[in-house]
């Protein structure tokens, strides 16, 4: 009996001692990811815009501050190729005016329309180099968008895109502050206009103080209309069109010189419009439209080449 009951306790022992220790589960730290940085789309060029949506209608900018923009149209017709081809016309390019720019180191925009810029390359690689010049684009060979503006030869509807995308392409190559600024010849525009501007992704930009320099024969005229109506935010419109524009030169350095008893410093349109094309674009295209009754008419002698009558 005491013999069994050694052999039992012997049995039991040895089984305990081959008994395995139950392996422990290790369960491996969860591993969070995380979500990787959403890359943001490059910022466009001053006056991008979505392609494909009606470009937006911009007069001026904030009214607050003291920033406004010196803005110079660059417009070449055939008219004015033909002028300059048989001598009637010395220059459309009105180098006097960048001299000053360049001196008082003022910043400025040029709407170039892409005629004036094959016919000036070298006038365009100066505005490109300098760092406070903007480029921005005034349609290829300066016709009108709308059936009646000023006896301007109109563009087909058909062609709208296709002149103001050439146009930018024209201009592509010289560098420098591109823009996707756009202005109509004569301001003038409406729905048609602006759709077919839609796949470029664009802003529209008018401007709120003109200063009636085509074909002016005193520049005092031009002084007084500018000083007379600019605010903070302001888009004055002038040219460098010599032949059509021959006073805005003498007016300049009387304008600078009014700005700055105003407290107001001219600047980059980019920094004066700042990022107030996302505003109610109906409110401002309706100002546009009413303004073209008076506007254009201080507009339209450069717009006819004087070889049609300016209306209104």
Known sequence: MLRSMIMLAVVALLAACGAQTPTPVVTKPRTVTSPKPTKR???GPPGATRAGTRPPVVDHGPRTGH?????FDADMTDGMLYNLRTG????????RIIDLLEKERIPATFFLTGKWVERY???TRRLAANPRFELANHTYGHQAFTADCYGLPRVPTKDMTADVAKTFDTIAPYGGRQTRYFRF???CHD??????????????????????????????????AVLS???PGSIVILHVTEENAAMTDEALPHILAGLRERGLTPAPLSDVLANDTKGDDTKRQRASRHRDGHVNRDLCAQHADRTHRCRG
């Not at 920033?67 to 803005?71: C, F, G, Q, S, Y």
């Not at 009637?88 to 180098?95: D, F, P, V």
């Not at 401007?207 to 024969?217: E, L, M, N, R, Y």
């Open 41 to 43: 789309p490059k910022a």
């Open 67 to 71: 920033r406004v923009a010196l803005t």
């Open 88 to 95: 009637r016309a010395k220059s459309y390019a009105n180098l």
């Open 121 to 123: 390359p070298e006038v």
């Open 185 to 187: 010849p004569g301001l």
């Open 191 to 224: 729905g048609a206009a602006l759709a077919a501007l839609a796949p470029l992704g664009l802003t529209v930009v008018d401007g709120d103080v003109v200063s009636g320099d085509p074909f002016a024969k005193r520049y005092q005229p031009i002084v007084r």
């Open 229 to 231: 109506t600019v605010r």
